[in-house]
């Protein structure tokens, strides 16, 4: 089975590639399906973005596609970045422009106020519109500067409690074993072998 990932991020991409590299599932990125539009996420849930993506690109390719939303969740900032948690700091900001916002809005945060949920939704579109979403979600732990080299977006900042390092400090393996991502596409690849 081929399935299309509607994503240029060569990150997510390969994270989900690898969660994926057992099941015989060939992972085809957006890069490689010539000139598709941009789909704007102007929706107010990571659900509502995820399966507005899925839908579309299945729609105009033909292959069932997978796209999700996913974002960092600060309690103490009401939930925010949330759905704008890749472009937190504007629409063409870096990972680095984001981490230094959310840094900025937090410096009156004590330690015990820092608590944050890494979530993901998965949506799984056929051509044909069905479209099938699947959740997953990590919780943690925001510190006041950056740790470790892996991982992209908030990874560095994003303390996990029972490893006392951060994403960006853990193994591939072990992060996509506990991540919101890796918990949805579980998830996922349970409902395909159901499937077949």
């Known amino acids: 089975m081929e399935l299309l990932v509607a994503t240029r991020n060569k990150g997510k991409l390969k994270e989900i590639e690898r969660l994926l590299a057992d099941t ?3 992972v085809k990125g957006l890069d490689e399906c010539g000139d598709l539009p941009e789909v704007v996420e102007d929706g107010d849930t ?4 995820a399966r507005k993506k899925a839908a579309t690109m299945a729609r105009l390719t033909g292959y069932v596609t997978l796209a999700d939303d996913s974002g960092l969740a600060v309690e103490a ?3 925010q970045p949330g759905i704008y948690s890749a472009r937190y700091a504007g629409d063409d900001a870096s990972d680095a422009d984001n981490n230094r916002k959310l840094l900025e809005e937090m410096t009156h945060l004590p330690g015990s106020q820092r608590q944050a949920a890494f979530h993901c939704v998965l949506a799984l579109c056929t051509s044909a519109g069905d479209c099938q979403l699947f959740e997953g979600r990590l919780d943690g732990v925001i510190l006041e500067q950056a740790r470790g080299e892996a991982g992209f977006g ?3 900042l994003f303390m996990v409690p029972e490893y006392g390092r951060t994403l960006a400090e853990l193994p591939l393996d072990i992060k996509n074993r506990i991540s919101h991502r890796g918990q949805a ?3 996922l690849v349970e409902h395909l072998y159901h499937l077949g």
């Open 46 to 49: 990571f659900a509502a973005n």
């Open 154 to 156: 908030y990874d560095p």
């Open 77 to 79: 900032l009401g939930g």
């Open 185 to 187: 596409l579980k998830r």
């Open 24 to 26: 015989g599932i060939v």
